[in-house]
């Protein structure tokens, strides 16, 4: 059964959200969503590349309070 | 009261220390007693790994005794916990004996598992582990020219050490006379050349000055040994005349068959350093999910913490500190000189130009890491 998986990256320099989506990515299962909580302005922009390049699938990204939520389901 | 420490490495043995001394006198009147059991009556200082792989550390450099390091109060053995029964407060050793406890920390560490990428424990050298770093040396010793590959598996240990190992290698080809018939290409894992991004300003220049190759936005996916090439989850390959990985690591896996966290990583409050649902089980150093880096230092500030919390409950019945996120890291820039970052939850690093007095600091650290275990510095 895919599950939905928060990944808290808030106010972290190092190893970083994107990073930290890459780890918890290849501890899930094809098809589970992870939802990214990230305070790095640059994630709007890394992620999806990241995302995009690798070939799994960006379902949202929008900021809110402050705060990137970017949901991406593994597809591989 | 008993304190039981799981973990002999960098935090669980400076909580230990640490809380020897500011609970003596409970000690002495046995209101409390601490207990420490590791899997090991050796402790390694690890970031002296590096060091290994160019020949200028030995392996017995790296070790003390276990038992040495410890305030002579702390009841200390040699047998690794198997299982953890949380809801009873006990956790029983592979020798089979439980241990009770009324507050528990568990500092066990993370391990390498580079056999997670299929030919990368047989096509790469490493230098994070006393045998791997040895080889490494010997290969590194006997390479004549050629291109050597650098890649970096997620999540690892020191997230620095991938962007040491490029400058330790230039300075180690170039004493040699032969940094023009080596070409190094490194590759990482996100969409720059190092995860802090104060550090990805700082390096790119350096790197582009000493002639390094790379390429971003690199997930090693598997090493094809026959042929040299390493490929990338993103669809790319390089070839290679040797590959050095910094291996993909994962939480012990006592951890893990105790379902205590996913990948062997326990979830762990960010502050106060309990685990998610347990007031008296502390969690520190890389055993945490939190997102902060991977190094001794990180557990050396958040054994600082633990210890003056669990101290100040006992003595007070309140915790007194929250974990900040601080960390501090060296930075060897080559063979003579260093620099360092240091940042928490809220302050980026901010890096200074590397100098030699950093480089002459950092080597004596490595001789003073022993009395900052002992909880001393």
């Known amino acids: 059964m895919s599950e939905l998986k928060t990944i808290d990256a808030r106010n972290t320099f190092c190893p970083g959200p994107l990073m930290e989506l890459i780890t918890y990515m290849k501890q899930a299962n094809v098809g589970d969503t992870l939802e990214l909580l990230s305070t790095d302005e640059g994630s709007a922009g890394d992620v999806p590349d990241w995302v995009n390049k690798v070939g799994h699938d960006l379902i949202s990204s929008e900021k809110i309070d402050g705060v990137w939520h970017v949901k991406v389901r593994k597809a591989k | 009261m008993r304190i039981l420490i799981v973990g002999g490495g960098t935090g669980g043995t400076i909580v230990a220390n640490n809380l020897a001394r500011r609970l003596a006198g409970e000690i002495r009147s046995r209101k409390v007693r601490i207990t420490m059991l590791s899997a090991s009556d050796q402790h390694m200082y690890q970031p002296g790994l590096l060091y290994v792989a160019f020949g200028q550390m030995m392996p017995d450099e790296l070790y003390r005794k276990q038992k040495s390091l410890l305030e002579a109060c702390i009841d200390f053995h040699v047998d690794p916990v198997d299982e953890f029964h949380l809801d009873q407060q006990t956790v029983k050793t592979i020798s089979g004996k439980s241990y009770g406890y009324d507050v528990l920390v568990i500092a066990t560490g993370s391990r390498i598992v ?32 050629g291109k050597i590959a650098i890649v970096v598996g997620v999540p690892h240990k020191c997230p620095i050490a991938p962007v040491e190992l490029v400058f330790s290698l230039h300075d180690y080809f170039k004493s040699r006379g032969i940094r023009d018939k080596v070409q190094i290409k490194y590759h990482y894992p996100i969409g720059r050349i190092h995860t802090i991004e104060n550090v990805a300003k700082w390096a790119k220049p350096a790197f582009d000055n000493m002639g390094i190759e790379y390429e971003t936005l690199f997930n090693v996916k598997e090493v094809d040994v026959k042929n040299s090439v390493v490929m990338s989850e993103e669809g790319t390959e390089a070839a290679y005349d040797m590959l050095i990985a910094i291996p993909p690591h994962r939480g012990m896996e006592t951890i893990e ?51 003056e919390n669990i101290a100040s409950k006992i003595k007070i019945g309140a915790p007194v500190r929250e974990y900040d996120g601080k960390v501090y890291c060296f930075i060897e820039t080559g063979h003579d000189s260093a620099t360092y970052a240091m940042f928490d939850y809220v302050n980026p690093p901010d890096l200074k130009e590397p100098n030699k007095p950093m480089h002459w600091f950092k080597t004596s650290y490595n001789k003073m890491y022993w009395a900052s275990v002992r909880g001393l510095l």
């Open chain 2, 114 to 145: 580079p056999k997670e990428i299929p030919g990368l424990a047989e096509g790469a050298e490493t230098f994070y582990s006393e045998a791997g770093a040895v080889k490494m040396f010997k290969a590194l010793r006997g390479f004549e020219g």
């Open chain 2, 257 to 307: 068959k105790n379902s205590l966290g996913q990948g062997g990583w326990i979830p762990t409050n960010r502050y106060q350093l309990t685990m998610d649902g347990y007031d008296d089980v502390y969690v520190l150093g890389d055993t945490t999910n939190l997102p902060v880096s991977k190094t001794g230092s990180a557990a050396h500030f958040q054994a600082e913490v633990v210890s």
